[in-house]
């Protein structure tokens, strides 16, 4: 009986790699990147199995669907469900609270992630930590089931900029900061493979590091290529004048920015209507009637957190009177993304520090005219000049973002314009990977 049950067990760990990503039903640029991994293992091999670590009790086939709806990724068959687990983590909410988040969320992270491989059934052979919680690779390495382990990092979590910054100002906090580091890179050191998902987080990485450096590839995250018409003019007539932003409702997505910049847009453009000469002053007019803002993004219901932050959204659109000018767009599905991305004209993301920015990749993929702030993943890889040529446009404030977008509202269909927007879908061609050739490199380059 106890012979049986042993083998039964071996049989249960045979090909079954674990995915430790509590938030895996949260369909943001990471969750992208998660499933489309998990797609690729599964179509690999019919003999794979996946386990997800998540602190959500959701359906496994409602978020199989909500995946293909939001990401466009094919995992709703029947082939692919039934080798999917997806084990709630009881201990799940420990990952939410701590005064030093740094240290807590990523100690609680031991904590959590031993209750998935000790509780979850099976136990894996493989463990892959793409979540951001790489204190969790400790305890993968401790369970000698763990034959291979790696990790798909999206951003650094402490830079050695933060900690130099400390270093004049509290000694305590530096560290803090310092003693964290150490035991960050020894966490990601333990991982077999270790993969990044932009230039700029390679770089901070390894800045960080300094000499003693981990081996790391670097594999961007996936844009499916296939739902973008590259050699429409972009100056066709289904394009109006309409700026979209795409983020998760966070806080440091920056939407109050956003809502300042549109609204000093629009202060601008009555401004330099009442300068303009008369001919000018009914094109202006026209613009400045049609011009309108869609917020888009997804929020998780129960997180009350999200919910204030939302209501607080509105409350600042109601304020500044721009109910007609701007709207909101919660959850919306895949294709009706698409279809909003597909007929504006500009694009706006605020975040500091964007760790890559899948959405300002598909900006770029869609057309549309991108405005980022001059940090992070969009300076470093996305909006850099390809081939001599610009892309779109960086910003390292308000004021400069107010400036630019004025700009290119009132000068859309301009050869210099127009010239920006030939490059940029140059540059979407060769620099990003659609989700099945994203899959399968990043399998490759995790080794799993």
């Known amino acids: 009986m106890i012979f049986d049950s042993i083998i039964a067990w071996k049989h249960e760990r ?49 978020v199989v669907s909500k995946v293909e709806e939001v990401f466009g990724i094919p995992l709703n068959n029947p082939a692919f469900i039934n080798r999917i687990t997806i084990v709630e983590l009881r201990l799940g909410f420990l990952l939410n609270i701590g005064v030093l988040k740094l240290w807590t969320i990523n100690l609680a992270a031991i904590i959590v992630s031993l209750e998935g491989l000790l509780f979850g059934w099976p136990l894996p052979e493989v463990f892959v930590e793409t979540a951001g919680f790489p204190f969790s690779i400790i305890s993968a390495k401790i369970l000698p089931t763990t034959k291979h382990i790696s990790t798909y990092i999206h951003y650094p979590q402490v830079r050695k900029k933060n900690i130099e910054e400390e270093k004049r100002r509290c000694f305590q906090r530096y560290f803090y900061l310092k003693i964290f580091s150490l035991i960050y890179k020894f966490s990601i050191g333990l991982a077999n493979k270790v993969v990044v998902n932009s230039n700029w987080t390679f770089d901070m990485l390894n800045e960080l590091w300094g000499n003693d450096r981990i081996d790391m590839t670097v594999c961007r995250p996936p844009i499916n290529m296939d739902n973008y018409s590259l050699d429409v003019p972009q100056n066709s007539t289904l394009r109006k004048d309409v700026i979209i932003s795409l983020a998760q409702f966070r806080v440091e997505k920056n939407h109050f920015a956003q809502i300042q910049i549109f609204s000093d847009v629009l202060k601008r453009l009555r401004e330099i209507k009442d300068k303009a000469r008369k001919e000018e002053k009914s094109i202006i007019e026209r613009i400045y009637q049609e011009l309108k803002f869609k917020i888009c993004g997804s929020s998780q219901d129960s997180n009350p957190t999200y919910r204030e932050y939302i209501c607080s959204l509105r409350k600042m659109v109601v304020d500044y009177g721009l109910e007609d000018k701007l709207e909101l767009v919660i959850d919306s599905s895949y294709i009706e993304l698409q279809e909003i991305m597909r007929t504006s004209k500009f694009a706006i993301h605020t975040m500091e520090d964007e760790h890559f920015g899948i959405c300002v990749a598909e900006f770029v993929c869609s057309g549309l005219l991108t405005f980022a702030h001059k940090s992070g993943g969009p300076e470093r890889d996305i909006l850099s000049n390809f081939k001599g040529g610009q892309v779109g446009f960086l910003a390292s404030n308000t004021n ?18 127009q010239d920006i927007l030939r490059n940029a879908r140059k540059s979407a061609r060769e620099r990003y990977q659609d989700n099945t050739s994203f899959g399968r490199t990043c399998w490759k380059a995790l080794n799993i």
């Open 14 to 62: 045979k090909n079954t790699i674990a995915f430790f990503h509590p938030q895996c039903c949260n369909f943001g640029g990471g969750e992208k990147v998660l499933w489309n991994i998990v797609y690729e293992v599964l179509a690999d091999n019919i003999k794979n199995k996946v386990v997800i670590y998540s602190n959500s009790g959701a359906v496994k086939t409602k």
């Open 400 to 417: 400069e973002f107010v400036e630019l977008l004025t700009y290119a509202i009132l000068h859309y269909d301009d050869h210099s314009i």
